[in-house]
């Protein structure tokens, strides 16, 4: 298991600072009612960041670790974050990747199922398993 923490205060408005490992990120939305312009993206555009980049991450790492050189792959993720109709967030996601470059269809099938296997931001986010607890703590 990865242990990782975060540490996360508001800069003002909606906006806030957050601290994982080391690295600092920045998250906004804006206002309702408000001419208010976002500094950032949204949490919900942090999730997608981090589904893309583990996918991209992968693709790139097999390429790298086959010394598949003169081949490149970019990313394109479109997403429908909604609800369902017993009201329940969802999540609708198309990623597109995108490899230029000259593979055997043997490479194009590894790859495949190396990314499709191998991302734990998609497996977090399709498991039924998470738990997340919220402790509060009023001074």
């Given at each position: 298991m990865t242990k990782m923490h975060v540490q996360a205060e508001?800069?003002?408005?909606?906006?806030l600072k957050l601290s994982v490992d080391g690295h600092d990120y920045e998250l906004d939305h804006d206002l309702p009612d408000s001419d208010?312009?976002?500094?950032?993206?949204s949490p919900a555009g942090a999730l997608l960041i981090g589904?893309?980049?583990c996918k991209l991450m992968l693709a790139q790492s097999y390429?790298?670790?086959?010394?598949?050189?003169?081949v490149t792959v970019s990313l394109d993720l479109e997403a429908n974050l909604g609800r369902d109709?017993?009201?329940?967030?969802?999540?609708?996601?198309?990623?597109?990747?995108?490899?230029?470059g000259d593979l055997t269809d043997k490479q194009r099938k590894n790859l495949q199922r190396y990314v499709d296997s191998q991302c734990a931001v998609e497996q977090i986010i399709l498991s039924d398993s998470?738990?997340?607890?919220?402790?509060?703590?009023f001074n």
């Amino acid at each position: 298991m990865t242990k990782m923490h975060v540490q996360a205060e508001v800069l003002e408005n909606l906006h806030l600072k957050l601290s994982v490992d080391g690295h600092d990120y920045e998250l906004d939305h804006d206002l309702p009612d408000s001419d208010y312009q976002p500094q950032a993206t949204s949490p919900a555009g942090a999730l997608l960041i981090g589904l893309a980049g583990c996918k991209l991450m992968l693709a790139q790492s097999y390429l790298r670790s086959r010394k598949l050189e003169g081949v490149t792959v970019s990313l394109d993720l479109e997403a429908n974050l909604g609800r369902d109709d017993q009201k329940h967030r969802n999540l609708q996601a198309d990623v597109k990747l995108n490899i230029d470059g000259d593979l055997t269809d043997k490479q194009r099938k590894n790859l495949q199922r190396y990314v499709d296997s191998q991302c734990a931001v998609e497996q977090i986010i399709l498991s039924d398993s998470n738990r997340i607890q919220t402790h509060y703590q009023f001074n």
